[in-house]
């Protein structure tokens, strides 16, 4: 694995791993072939790895939208981004865009990548939602200076894509192991199955991850073991994922949530780290 400088997530997205990057590590094999991160999400654990193979995956388009264009086309990225302004009435015109998909549709994949920075560098804490239709709902954030034009992060993201072996897909998560190899390792951060009713921060697509999806992953990972193919999974310490994966060797970690409606529940919770192998 190559060790790409200034290689950092690009957007802040909920259930990010830079903190818990120390604690991942410590169970990630010493070898891997191809790596296989059916929710990419912002890619905490991919940068740090920075697999010289490997195969990307979310169920969000302008998510992955958003890395194709970083893949081929960083300057043209670049160039849009330096057209947002950071004003409370802008945002809101921006925001819209997704209202009328008339219009939406005639945006290119540039100026849509573009829109989800600006996006995600100005709302409010950082958070990326949309409604069941699909439309982005969180509010202004006014924040003095944001990062809205980070080139730096953009030009190393796409060094690292063109002299590495990576696959990018928007695929449901199954389907994006179809053709998984023997040697292969997967990570596995789904959304989390909430602790609280309050706390349940799934919509980052219009379908949400419900239980029943829940159960679903569970039955790939046995797939996956079945085929005698290493997995590690991300989740909530709850009840209900302890006891989906009371079969696996299941390790108990704290999380330090930045991201949460409510500021005085935002700290330290438990989570849990999942995997099938020693």
Same mark, same amino acid.
């Given at each position: ?59 969000n ?11 081929s ?10 057209q ?7 945002f ?40 069941r ?15 809205i ?15 590495? #072996?990576? +696959? ?7 389907? &994006?192991? *179809? $053709?998984? =190899? ?27 991850f419900?239980?029943?999806?829940q ?30 994966y009371? #079969?696996? +060797?299941v390790?108990?970690?704290?999380a330090?949530? &930045?991201? *949460? $409606?409510? =500021? ?15």
């Amino acid at each position: 694995m190559k060790n790409h400088k200034g290689l950092n997530p690009l957007l802040k997205w909920a259930g990010g791993k830079r903190q818990l990057w120390p604690e991942i590590e410590k169970h990630v094999p010493t070898s891997i072939h191809t790596y296989y991160e059916p929710f990419m999400g912002g890619g905490a654990v991919f940068f740090k790895l920075q697999p010289q193979r490997a195969v990307i995956n979310d169920a969000n388009v302008e998510l992955i939208n958003l890395y194709q264009v970083i893949q081929s086309s960083p300057e043209l990225l670049i160039e849009d981004l330096r057209q947002h302004k950071n004003q409370s009435d802008y945002f809101y015109q921006v925001r819209s865009l997704d209202r009328t998909p008339e219009e939406y549709q005639h945006l290119t994949a540039v100026q849509r990548a573009s829109r989800l920075i600006f996006l995600n560098r100005t709302c409010y804490n950082g958070l990326f939602r949309v409604n069941r239709a699909g439309q982005f709902n969180v509010p202004f954030g006014r924040y003095k200076n944001p990062n809205i034009v980070n080139e730096d992060s953009i030009r190393a993201i796409h060094a690292y894509f063109i002299s590495n #072996d990576i +696959q990018i897909l928007n695929q449901d998560f199954a389907q &994006a192991l *179809n $053709s998984i =190899a023997d040697d292969a390792f997967v990570y596995f951060d789904p959304p989390y199955d909430p602790v609280s009713m309050s706390s349940n921060f799934t919509s980052y697509t219009q379908t949400g991850f419900e239980q029943a999806e829940q159960i679903r992953l569970k039955a790939v990972c046995d797939e996956l073991t079945q085929w005698g193919i290493k997995f590690l999974l991300s989740n909530s310490a709850t009840a209900f994922i302890l006891d989906l994966y009371k #079969d696996y +060797q299941v390790i108990e970690i704290m999380a330090k949530r &930045a991201i *949460n $409606s409510n =500021a005085q529940q935002r700290g330290a919770v438990k989570e849990v780290l999942v995997k099938n192998y020693a």
